[in-house]
């Protein structure tokens, strides 16, 4: 059973750093690894889509890499700003069953 | 972008009563949409798929005859709680996919509150 897992849990950081967010999982096979924002009581935002077969995507301040072989997926942001702020969650989409199976989330602000 | 509907936004009810939550697809044919439960602080958890004109499938441990999926077009399915309880309350959350592609695109989620 896949499993997917998000460190840390929570992050503090002030206006203008680059922070990383970090996401495993335990069975490799899969289809794709998602990014997604997602605002107090609101639905999902998707950030950044990586296929099985790519290492890494970028949009604005996002670069997200993934390392397929080792079940890790690191989201770069860089040089935060207060409207980050939010909960992050990684989700993989697995070989079978075509299922996103999402991680706990990273709740993330960034102040001013 | 696709743009997904979810309807209510918020909802309270009575213990024993029934809700029914809306998912469009409002620019594009949803062959495929599912339905995913938060409760605070944790992840999404899938409940079920749904293929248009088809019977869902439900996860392990998903009451089927408690949360009744019908998705009877390509742009619209709906969930219904039946008889809620307390325990039900939660963040309710639907998306949809397209033939053909791999994205899921997601509603702005329902709060459900039975007291």
């Known amino acids: 059973k896949q499993e997917v897992t998000q460190i840390p849990a929570a992050l503090s950081v002030p206006e203008g750093e680059n922070l990383v967010l970090n996401c495993s999982f335990t069975?490799?096979?899969?289809?794709?690894l998602q990014w997604f924002r997602q605002d107090p009581g609101k639905g999902l935002t998707s950030l950044l889509l990586?296929?099985?077969?790519?290492r890494e995507q970028t949009s604005g301040r996002l670069n997200a890499s993934l390392d397929k072989s080792s079940g890790r997926s690191t989201l770069y942001i860089a040089a935060s700003q207060p409207g980050d702020s939010a909960t992050y969650l990684c989700a993989v989409t697995s070989l079978s069953g075509n299922k996103l199976v999402f991680g706990a989330g990273t709740i993330l602000r960034v102040k001013s | 972008g696709a743009v997904v509907s979810q309807h209510p936004s918020w909802v309270i009810c009575k213990s024993g009563t029934s809700v029914k939550i809306e998912c469009r697809s409002l620019?594009?044919?949803?062959?495929?949409m599912f339905w995913y439960r938060q409760f605070p602080k944790q992840s999404l958890m899938l409940m079920a798929t749904?293929?248009?004109?088809?019977?869902?499938?439900?996860e392990q441990g998903v009451e089927k005859d408690k949360f009744l999926i019908n998705h009877a077009s390509l742009t619209l399915s709906t969930l219904t709680v039946t008889s809620a309880h307390p325990e039900d309350s939660s963040f309710y959350i639907c998306?949809?996919?397209?033939?053909?592609?791999?994205?899921?695109?997601f509603g702005a989620g329902t709060r459900l509150s039975v007291l």
């Open positions: 998306s949809a996919r397209t033939g053909g592609t791999d994205i899921q695109y």
């Open positions: 990586i296929q099985s077969s790519q």
């Open positions: 620019d594009f044919q949803a062959t495929t």
């Open positions: 749904s293929n248009e004109g088809s019977k869902a499938t439900y």
């Open positions: 069975d490799s096979a899969i289809y794709n």
